[in-house]
């Protein structure tokens, strides 16, 4: 039974049984040995990392600039180039707050800023790395809005586009630059347009086969087909929410909506067949005063959702990973919400920012087991996992870590194998997430927020998905965005 008929069977079952459980993820036994890092290397800045089609080179967004490594001898990875200060000799210069890169073949996408800058270009820097010791910045396309994330396929870039309105996916030309077309939710259906933007941010995409799978937070996902980027048409949505009832939230509701679950769609990715597609929900915990008891605490981290895309206009879920727990799920303390992750074959591996790296079998989706759990949560926040290549009977994944406090962000390779961490450290005290709800207890008074509740964002990317401190530390999109038109005026 290839993939798709074996997805189409469990679903048919799922939905036969839709008032039971959905299944979440069980251990597998251990390989002989611990299960620990092959290698590491300080990438000063690290955030998401993409692997060469050899899997030999991995290549990082590095803030302010990005690295290649080389990874051909996983115990011993090394830094073959690195670029700094970008286009700084630009008035507006230089090209900094770069959070995503992506290939296509031997072109290199790094994109930025991930959230606003005042003063800093906004755009798409294209390198080529068929020598990746000795990348060639062959282009710059300057855009009029900051960009998160972005995919790279088929010579376009898909870029997400926070302008603090419609907030839509943008197809680029690679090669001239020129815009091919714009996606958004609100011209999908117009009732998003009552929905504050940073409750449905274009937070990632990810393209298989021209059909765009958009993460847009609490809107969920939606399949768009993008083969003629003028002309796109939605083939399906995995749980898009209610706009009415989101657009009718009170300010602390929709404070507690943006960083609670359900909803909170931040990265998606299928499998090589594009059947099985991947949620990461990153949420965290909110904390409810109430009237007559101690405060509550409302939510806590997300974990990555399977869902059955086989028939985009009928999808499916089959089973639901659930992130480890915190100590302190809040976000201002540990953080153990799913973020990027990496399907290969009948495996995932995923990252967990101070909850480690997990690689599962995902063989039987609806019923996903752990192989190997790895966690350093002092000195390691994991940004993504990514398989690299096969190295002797076994192979190689990596996982770029932005480091902890005054630990270095670095990049980790790992043997892919089942195994058990030795002596695996705590990640805090005994407090769990387990007992946490989504929907806190009525109050009185719901539609009035909390004093730390009351500045309302309105910017998009101060969805917290983006970064934290984003509203504080630079300007909203909008004003931004007139800043920069002033200027160019």
């Excluded at 992506?102 to 080529?128: M, R």
């Excluded at 996902?221 to 980027?229: A, N």
């Excluded at 769609?265 to 005063?289: C, R």
């Amino acid at each position: 039974m290839d993939r798709r008929q074996f997805l189409r069977t469990v679903s048919a079952s799922a939905l036969a049984a839709s008032t039971a459980s959905v299944a979440g993820s069980r251990p597998a036994a251990a390989h002989p040995g611990p299960f620990e890092p092959l290698g590491r290397i300080d990438v000063d800045g690290a955030k998401e990392a993409v692997v060469s089609a050899d899997g030999e080179t991995v290549f990082v967004a590095a803030t302010d600039g990005y690295a290649a490594v080389d990874i051909s001898a996983p115990d011993r990875p090394e830094l073959v180039a690195e670029r700094r200060d970008l286009r700084s000799d630009r008035e507006d210069g230089p090209f900094r707050g770069l959070y995503d890169a992506k290939l296509d073949g031997d072109t290199l996408l790094v994109v930025g800023p991930a959230n606003p800058i005042p003063g800093a270009p906004a755009g798409v820097l294209v390198v080529d790395v068929s020598d990746p010791a000795n990348p060639d910045e062959t282009a710059f396309h300057e855009t009029g809005f900051p960009i998160h994330n972005c995919f790279a396929a088929d010579g376009r870039a898909y870029l997400t586009a926070n302008d603090g309105d419609r907030n839509p996916l943008v197809v680029l030309d690679v090669d001239s630059g020129d815009e091919l077309g714009r996606w958004s939710v609100v011209a999908a259906d117009d009732r998003w347009a009552d929905v504050p933007p940073s409750m449905r941010s274009v937070h990632d995409v990810w393209v298989r086969d021209a059909v765009a799978h958009v993460a847009l937070w609490d809107a969920g996902t939606w399949l768009v087909d993008l083969s003629d980027p003028a002309s796109p048409s939605v083939l399906g949505t995995v749980s898009p929410g209610d706009p009415e009832e989101l657009a009718a939230l009170p300010p602390r509701g929709r404070h507690r909506e943006r960083r609670t679950p359900p909803g909170n769609h931040h990265y998606v990715a299928t499998d090589d067949a594009g059947d099985l597609l991947g949620v990461g929900v990153e949420s965290w915990a909110v904390e409810v005063d109430r009237d007559d008891g101690p405060t509550e605490l409302v939510g806590g981290p997300g974990g990555v959702e399977l869902w059955d895309v086989s028939d985009p206009a009928n999808p499916a879920r089959l089973s639901t990973i659930d992130p480890p727990a915190s100590p302190d799920p809040t976000v201002g303390g540990v953080w153990t919400t799913a973020h990027n992750f990496d399907f290969r074959d009948d495996r995932l591996y995923t990252s967990w920012y101070r909850g480690g790296v997990k690689r599962h079998d995902v063989s039987d989706p609806t019923d996903p087991v752990e192989l190997a759990w790895w966690r350093d949560p002092e000195r390691a926040s994991f940004w993504t996992a990514q398989y690299a290549y096969p190295f002797a009977d076994e192979g190689v994944f990596v996982a770029s870590s932005r480091g902890v406090d005054d630990a270095s962000p670095a990049l980790y390779t790992f043997p892919d194998h089942a195994g058990d961490q030795r002596d695996p450290p705590t990640l805090g005290a005994a407090t769990t997430t387990e007992s946490l709800v989504n929907t806190p207890t009525p109050t009185g008074d719901d539609a009035a927020p909390p004093a730390s509740d009351t500045n309302s964002p309105t910017s998009a990317t101060d969805a917290p998905g983006f970064g934290l401190g984003v509203g504080a530390a630079a300007l909203g999109v909008a004003g931004w965005l007139a800043r920069r038109r002033g200027r160019r005026d």
